[in-house]
């Protein structure tokens, strides 16, 4: 089974700084996709920002010219590099694998996502 561990959340003042990691490990042959997603109390989980494959990313309005996300192929795993911090941005963040494609001995299976635990990001002077 594939897992997500997330890492590098806490509490950081307004304008600081923080770098979310997410490894993934198990039988990967390979990840389409991966994203960081983030909840904060009472609202929907939205997308912060994703990063395919070959390198294309996407950000949300709210985070473009303060977050880049990056990715390392050969260690399945994501970043988030999240400068000039706001308040608005305390939330739970989520990373998710989107179109992993396991094996078992020489055989692959179907794509299927998997989501992490969730890191809780803190933004508060």
Known sequence: QVQLVESGGGLVQPGGSLRLSCAASGRIVSI?????????????????????????????DS?????????????????????????????VYYCNAAGVVTRLFTTSR???????QGTQVTVSS
């Open 110 to 116: 179907a794509p299927d996502d998997y989501w992490g």
């Open 32 to 60: 389409n996709g991966m994203n960081w997603y983030r909840q904060a109390p009472g609202k929907q989980r939205e997308l912060v920002a994703g990063i395919t494959s070959g390198g294309t990313t996407n950000y949300a």
């Open 63 to 91: 985070v473009k010219g303060r977050f880049t996300i990056s990715r390392d192929n050969a260690k399945n795993t994501v970043y988030l590099q999240m400068n000039s911090l706001k308040p608005e941005d305390t939330a």
